[in-house]
């Protein structure tokens, strides 16, 4: 089974705090990517990575970045956290973009609170 | 927006009854995916179809595409307490990199 992993199920920050979230697959898929789960909004995709040291924005990457340095691993930055950047962040990992191996498999999500 | 969307927001049913939700999208599409979430956790995927598949089964779930309406249905027979979560339509728009989800569907089946 594929497993995608995330760094802390929970987490608490501070405004201003420069926050790391990791996530790690272990089924050696090209893609991954990023989301936030907020209610009312569904999902949104915030960026994405197709390989190594490649990153493409989704449709709200301002005050995020992110990082791909190696195959398994995609890490979510926030430089400066917001409030309006408390959420349920989820990530996710595909194979491949066509056809059967375009299912995308998540991770269990980090709750994020910004104080 | 190219999101899908999904009817209706919420259900509620009584375990054993059939349980069917809709999703409507706006671009045609190269597939479409169901997801499902629990409370609290990570989407799990459960069914894919493609553009030019009208309907596909996997155990109790059904899923129809009609493209001409550019809309999906899932149906769940012979529902289970277990199956309460939410469900989330997933579309991957002809040209497109990535998949688009709807705000999803709460299903409750009460025992």
């Known amino acids: 089974d594929v497993k995608v992993t995330q760094s802390s199920r929970y987490l608490v920050k501070r405004t201003g705090e420069k926050v790391f979230l990791e996530c790690v697959q272990d089924m050696d898929h090209e893609n991954m990517f990023w989301y936030r789960q907020d209610p009312g909004l569904g999902l949104r995709l915030i960026y994405f990575?197709?390989?190594?040291?490649?990153?493409e924005k989704g449709d709200i990457p301002e005050g995020y970045s992110v990082s791909r340095e190696k195959k398994e691993r995609f890490s979510l930055i926030l430089e400066s956290a917001s409030t309006n950047q408390t959420s349920m962040y989820l990530c996710?990992?595909?194979?491949?973009?066509?056809?059967?191996?375009?299912?995308?498999?998540f991770g269990p999500g980090t709750r994020l609170t910004v104080l | 927006s190219q999101q899908g969307e999904e009817d209706p927001q919420a259900l509620s049913i009584q375990e054993g009854e059939n349980a069917t939700m809709n999703c409507s999208y706006k671009?045609?599409?190269?597939?479409l995916q169901w997801y499902r979430q629990n409370s609290g956790r990570g989407l799990v995927h459960l069914i894919l179809?493609?553009?030019?598949?009208r309907e596909k089964h996997s155990g109790r779930l059904r899923v129809t595409l009609d493209t001409s309406k550019k809309s999906s249905s899932l149906l769940i027979t012979a529902s289970r307490a277990a199956d309460t979560a939410s469900y989330f339509c997933?579309?991957?728009?002809?040209?497109?990199?990535?998949?688009?989800f709807g705000t999803g569907t709460r299903l409750t089946v009460i025992p």
């Open positions: 671009t045609s599409i190269n597939n």
């Open positions: 990575s197709y390989d190594v040291k490649m990153k």
């Open positions: 179809i493609r553009s030019n598949e």
């Open positions: 997933a579309t991957r728009p002809a040209g497109a990199n990535n998949l688009f």
């Open positions: 996710a990992s595909s194979l491949r973009r066509e056809g059967s191996r375009d299912t995308q498999y």
